[in-house]
């Protein structure tokens, strides 16, 4: 199985600020990670798959990079609708399909 | 558009079961898989099930595997998972999601609560 671990577990951001999340896998799933959001009481969104590919409809303020085991997603701008939970996945090695625990991006 | 509706929320017994359901529309549904999870309150996301319309064939999460059956009805464009055996630790939102690789289309989830 592998396993995914996000770092931090949350990360204090001003309005307007710039965030780097970060995910690593326990062995090597090439670029087959996705990122999701995930806002209170809401549905996780898909952000990025393909490690760096932002899927439709979602602002050039999120990038996503990385390959191998080593992944990272950066908001440039924070914005006040961005503070949520952010997941990690990894698709290559299935089953099982395994996340991240989250990583909490709050106001500071 | 595409979407995946899911049924209502549910309150069982434990030692019950329960059978969730989860409405597709606007793509072809024997071209992708389904896979069913849960987010337990405060907690991450953990895949139970996985449902190939196409193929019918099934793959189980370990954890659950004897208490996991997860169906679909093509000419109802549906999918189905029941889950046997209820335990206060089931209490949480149930999801399904169109699995293109990655998860691009999610229902809107059930919440199930087990409680005596």
């Known amino acids: 199985e592998v396993v995914m671990t996000q770092s931090p577990a949350t990360l204090s951001v001003s309005p307007g600020g710039r965030a780097t999340l970060s995910c690593r896998a326990s062995q090597s799933v090439s670029r087959n990670v996705a990122w999701y959001q995930q806002k209170p009481g809401q549905v996780p969104r898909l952000l990025i798959y393909g490690a760096s590919t932002r899927a439709t409809g979602i602002p050039a303020r999120f990038s996503g990079s990385g390959f191998g085991t080593e992944f990272t997603l950066t908001i440039s701008t924070l914005q006040s609708e961005d503070f949520a939970v952010y997941y990690c996945h990894q698709y290559n090695n299935w089953p099982p399909w395994t996340f991240g625990q989250g990583t909490k991006v709050e106001i500071k | 558009q595409i979407q995946l509706v899911q049924s209502g929320a549910e309150v069982r017994k434990p030692g019950a079961s329960v059978k969730l359901s989860c409405k597709t529309s606007?793509?072809?549904?024997?071209?992708?898989?389904i896979l069913w999870g849960r987010q337990a309150p405060g907690q991450g996301l953990e895949w139970m099930g996985w449902?190939?319309?196409?193929?019918?064939?099934?793959k189980y999460s370990q954890t659950f595997q004897g208490r996991v059956t997860v169906t679909s009805d093509i000419s109802a464009t549906t999918a189905y998972m029941e889950v046997t055996g209820l335990r206060s630790g089931d209490t949480a939102i149930y999801y399904c999601?169109?699995?293109?690789?990655?998860?691009?289309?999610w229902g809107q989830g059930t919440p199930v609560t087990v409680s005596s």
């Open positions: 606007g793509y072809t549904f024997t071209a992708y898989a």
């Open positions: 999601v169109r699995d293109n690789g990655f998860f691009d289309f």
């Open positions: 449902i190939n319309p196409g193929s019918g064939n099934t």
